[in-house]
Nanobody, 123 residues
Framework: QVQLVESGGGLVQAGGSLRLSCAVSGRTFSRHTMAWFRQAQGKEREFVTAVSWTGGTTAVADSVKGRFTISRDNAKNTVYLQMNDVQPEDTAVYYC????????????????WGQGTQVTVSS
């Protein structure tokens, strides 16, 4: 069983930065593709970015390209989302997700989910 716990969310001003962390329990973390999704109030869950278990393959949504970066530390069983130049439209609950499959932008491809962390960007 794999459990994911996000942290690092909060209130930030537009143009600022925030780093989210996702701590993963389970021996097979290093073999999982990891991803971040987000869901704004009243909207559907949206893919943000993902990284393969080797770190060699990544995918990034156009809406955050050049501003958000995913990284992982397999020794610490943790995946990060560095968010720079955040904008009010980035306000959402951010979810960490994991799968033993390949990098995918589809939320149905991920088997394990965290509880989410709220990010609010003020203008």
């Amino acid at each position: 069983q794999v459990q994911l716990v996000e942290s690092g969310g909060g209130l930030v001003q537009a143009g600022g930065s925030l780093r989210l962390s996702c701590a993963v329990s389970g021996r097979t973390f290093s073999r999982h593709t990891m991803a971040w999704f987000r869901q704004a109030q009243g909207k559907e869950r949206e893919f943000v970015t993902a990284v393969s278990w080797t770190g060699g393959t990544t995918a990034v949504a156009d809406s955050v390209k050049g501003r958000f970066t995913i990284s992982r530390d397999n020794a610490k069983n943790t995946v990060y989302l560095q968010m720079n130049d955040v904008q009010p439209e980035d306000t959402a609950v951010y979810y960490c997700a994991a799968t033993l499959g390949r990098v995918s932008t589809g939320w149905r491809e991920y088997d394990y989910w965290g509880q989410g962390t709220q990010v609010t960007v003020s203008s």
